[in-house]
């Protein structure tokens, strides 16, 4: 076994399993024996997250000789508006990726190569073309080290000459199964984040990607989205995760595979992958690891101009505001006798690779829209017709059956619920009288919250704030619109009647006799005159 290439793969993900096959393909051609290992092999990667592939990455899959798993086929991807983009595959399906990496990893694990769930923490040349990797405090001396992950291990990873590319944070969380789940993958953009919702077999997944993404972030586009169109909004998350893709381009001092070199982090491009990996390999076994440094380098000149301009369009999309935009994509959506539409939405999307024509109608149509954005009134949506209950927002259970139980003693009517995005859904189809919202609550907290109904239609309902925290002082420039703000522990009492005396501000019926509020001490002596 002296002659044996010893290979240490890092990130043990889609990847990383493609990289190993290769090498063992290349290694049985050639009649050579090679020691692989695949660090970072844990054994969960957090709530199912999908992975979405075309025909070519399915066909590359099978012929690895695994059963994929099931997934749903998917029909395209479509945008806040509808519109669907016109350079996509002609097939896509959405696959659960545990279950995926899973089968992976068995499969070349059979055929000899090694699992190691360790994390890397540094890579360093030891002469003689030799390399050692250093994994939780061990180290262990190979032949060659390819990095085939995402930018969290190269991150981590201290490299001599190395720069990984810029990351982008992703957000995934797994959704209930809605009645009607769409057969596409919807992109929502938002600012600097776009949410990706991916339709599994048993469910579906939530994905917020962007640079500043953060689960808190993606609860808040949940909402927004759920505000905008109740049927959109299947539930709560739950099971979250957060990890890195790259973006760009890196500076490979060793070779690099996948997102760890600044490919394409979607799964589409899976076959490309397999490529790159059959050309590592043979350079590895044939003429050693300075060879494959050189293939990474070459792919590297042809990512930097693509990363430039995709900067350059997100650049100056990001000059105009939210309200142009959307305006411009409903534009070019309804122009039905445009040339162009399919094109023009790119643009405005923000893609690279598109002509001077496209990009010029893109343009000006874009100028067009924030003109008429922002000389046109601002027209405040419908009032909404509210309810009779109230609704309670906690994520105690004790305490919230205790608050409802003085409620419907008082002869209110109310409704409990565990998180925000419930509330809201149920109140986008019937308004309730008000909302007691506590503000430590899970994936949004409380303020934010507030804040995205006021933006909303259900504006005009009172909110009642309930926390341990204090209240802003009257004077304080961020205090927010509430009709009050209670303190735990609550006085019940004092609580009961400033919710019935908002209730019968709104005219609302009554549940019972109680909900009129209690006359104060100045109010009987002014009956008394």
């Known amino acids: 076994m002296s002659d044996a290439l010893r290979v240490a793969i890092v990130g043990a993900g889609p990847a990383g399993c493609l990289m190993a096959a290769a090498l063992l393909d290349a290694a ?15 054994p969960s990667w957090g709530p199912g997250r999908p992975l979405v592939l075309d025909d070519a990455s399915v ?37 659960p990726r545990d279950r995926l990496v899973a089968l992976l990893r068995s499969a070349v694990h059979a055929r000899g190569a090694l699992l190691d769930e360790r994390r890397v923490t540094g890579v360093a040349p030891l002469g003689d073309d030799r390399w050692v990797v250093r994994a939780d405090g061990g180290s262990l001396p190979v032949d060659a080290v390819v990095l085939a992950c995402g930018a969290g291990a190269p991150l981590a990873t201290r490299v001599p000459g190395h720069r ?44 917020l990607v962007g640079p500043t993404a953060h ?18 909004l299947p539930g709560p998350p739950d099971h ?23 490919g394409d982090p979607s799964g589409t491009s899976l076959s490309d992958t397999a490529r790159q990996a059959a050309r590592i390999a043979s350079a590895l076994l044939d003429r050693g690891m300075e060879t494959a440094l050189e293939l990474c380098r070459d ?18 999309l990001r000059r105009f505001p939210e309200r142009a935009r959307e305006r411009a994509l409903a534009e070019a959506a309804r122009r039905r006798r445009d040339r162009l539409p399919g094109t023009v939405q790119r643009a405005l999307a923000g893609e690279p690779g598109l002509g001077l024509l496209q990009v010029l109608a893109a343009f000006l149509l874009l100028v067009w829209a924030w003109v008429r954005t922002a000389f ?3 027209r405040s949506p419908p009032a909404l017709r509210p309810g009779g209950e109230i609704f309670v927002v906690d994520d105690d259970p004790v305490q919230t059956e205790g608050l409802c139980a003085h409620l419907r003693q008082k002869g209110l009517r109310c409704r409990a619920y565990p998180d925000v995005l419930r509330a809201v859904q149920a109140a986008a189809a019937s308004p309730p009288a008000a909302f007691v919202l506590d503000l430590a609550l899970p994936w949004i907290d409380g303020l934010q919250a507030l804040e995205v109904l006021r933006r909303s239609g259900l504006r005009e309902i009172p909110v009642f704030i309930v926390s341990a925290l204090p209240a802003p002082a009257a004077g304080a420039a961020h205090r927010p619109p509430v ?40 109010d009987r002596l002014a009956d008394d005159r």
């Open 240 to 262: 979250p995760s957060c990890h890195w893709v790259a973006e760009g381009w890196a500076r490979p001092a060793i070779p690099c595979l996948g997102n760890a070199l600044g």
């Open 299 to 316: 792919e590297v000149h042809q990512l930097r101009p693509a990363w430039r301009r995709q900067c350059r369009a997100r650049a100056r």
């Open 376 to 378: 046109a009134p601002r």
């Open 59 to 95: 066909a590359t899959l099978t012929s690895t000789g695994i059963p994929l798993p099931p997934g749903q086929r998917l029909g395209g991807i479509l945008t806040v508006h509808g519109a669907q983009a016109a350079d996509l595959p002609a097939g896509l399906r959405a696959l």
């Open 483 to 522: 009709q009050a703000w209670f303190e735990k522990p609550l006085d019940l009492a004092e609580f009961g009647r400033s919710l019935a005396l908002a209730a019968s501000v709104r005219n609302l019926a009554p549940a019972g006799p109680a909900l009129a509020p209690e006359p104060s001490g100045a």
């Open 215 to 232: 689960p808190r972030d993606l609860g808040l586009a949940l909402l927004e989205l759920g505000l905008g169109d109740p049927a959109a």
């Open 28 to 42: 049985r051609l050639r009649r050579r024996s090679v020691e692989i290992r695949l660090f970072g092999a844990r």
């Open 164 to 207: 990984p590319p810029p990351a982008a944070r992703v957000v995934a969380a797994r959704l209930p199964s809605p009645p009607r789940p769409p057969p596409h993958l919807q992109r929502l953009p938002r600012g600097p984040d776009d949410l990706w919702l991916v339709p599994l077999r048993d469910g579906m997944a939530a994905l």
